[in-house]
């Protein structure tokens, strides 16, 4: 699995070129990952896929989330949605047009604390919101599964 440690220094209305800033994960204690309990969802039109979690979830700095992912996109956008921000925003990014490897899982660790998140999310096509370029011809991702191995 490809394990990426995404870091912010300060928070940008454009996250554009933010996945040169992956690194490899730092080895930090954490549980073993548990499956995210809720509704999985996608749209072709819009080239994304989620879960609607069961219960609004906080999320601490050093998560990490396990996403298994299908279809045809070679780079993704990750989203944690917390609750009170529409869902047709960009709001709760943590990881900006990241390289989707050949078995489609990947390991993203949350870079902030985001809270009462209730829906996590990946979105492919060529230009997520208008504000993420992922490159010409990039195609849609669904999500398959999500995963939680909390810092400890």
């Not at 940008?12 to 992956?22: R, Y």
């Not at 601490?60 to 298994?68: I, S, T």
């Not at 009462?116 to 993420?132: A, D, T």
Request: glycine share 10%.
């Amino acid at each position: 699995m490809l394990k990426l440690t995404l870091a912010l220094a300060v928070a940008t209305p454009s996250l554009i070129g933010m996945a040169s800033a992956i690194a490899p994960a730092q080895s930090a204690p954490q549980s073993a990952a548990v499956p995210l309990v809720g509704k999985i969802g996608s749209s072709s039109e819009w080239g994304s896929g989620w879960i609607d979690l069961a219960v609004p979830t906080d999320f601490a700095r050093g998560d990490r989330l396990v996403l298994r992912t299908a279809g045809p996109a070679a780079r993704i956008v990750v989203r944690l949605l917390s609750k009170g921000e529409p869902p047709d925003s960009s709001a709760g990014v943590i990881a900006a047009c990241i390289a989707v490897p050949t078995n489609r899982i990947l390991e993203v660790v949350v870079p902030e604390a985001h809270r009462s998140v209730i829906q996590v999310s990946v979105h492919g096509l060529e230009n997520p919101w208008g504000k993420y370029d992922c490159g010409r011809g990039n195609g849609r991702v669904t999500l398959e599964s999500a995963s939680l191995a909390r810092v400890k």
